[in-house]
């Protein structure tokens, strides 16, 4: 786990003097009994790390709780307001653009943040600072650049696209019995009515037994190259 947390220190990052950070935001949330209450946290923290070594950016650490409301129904889920988790993002980009750091990639391991596409709209209005990663379509393209076999649909939650980001980046996080997992709902119209616990029994939605650590490589490999749109957006020259 601490290769997945930054270690630098204030020399480090002085000489760095990158104008781009990168914040994780992951989750507490409930992952079925075979993967852990960390599970997004772990993920984006894996997506970040890679980014940031890739790009030379400043890594910060995750905020590790964040909005898991649909969840709450299932043991061990712990969440915040969406005020709160907004205030946060308001509060880092803040300090960090008074720090001589102005551009800001936010990795989001969870679906259910849907207020840091709010916080990150509200900065953007007096120019491109802070940027939503990864996005539908660099989720879509890296779903086809790692050749994975279910659809965004039908994977969305512990399914084959996080297990294998686990596989391949925290093998030791993934429990045994994993494969047996799987559970189908593709369709959840009610979902912000009812929470997971409407659609799915065991916690899962998607198929876990589809999960390789190969794919969670190639999923790394195309989200770090799909960051580069969003950099030079945010830091010009990154």
Known sequence: MRDLMTQATTGDERRRGRVVAV???????????????IT??????????RIADDHGLFLLPPVTISCSHEHAAMPGTV?????????????VWRSLEASGTPGLLI???????YVLGNAV??????GPRVA????????????VDAGLDSGADEDMHGG???????????????GDGIEKDDHSAPDRPHLLTLGMNG????????????????????ILDSLSDAARSHLALIGPGT
């Open 23 to 37: 914040l994780p935001v992951g989750s507490f949330e409930q992952h079925g009994e075979h993967l852990p209450l």
């Open 199 to 218: 659609y799915t029994g065991n916690g899962i939605i998607g198929h876990p037994s589809l999960a390789t650590a190969a794919k969670g490589k190639a």
């Open 107 to 113: 990795v989001n391991g969870h679906g259910g943040n």
């Open 79 to 91: 969440s915040i307001s969406a005020p709160t988790l907004y205030a946060v993002i308001r509060d």
């Open 132 to 143: 939503l990663f990864p996005a539908s379509e660099d989720r879509r393209r890296a779903r």
């Open 40 to 49: 997004d946290t772990v993920i984006a923290c894996l997506i970040a790390r």
């Open 121 to 126: 709209q509200e900065i953007n209005v007096a």
């Open 160 to 174: 084959e696209f996080e297990v294998s980001l686990l596989l391949h980046g925290a093998p030791y996080l993934v």
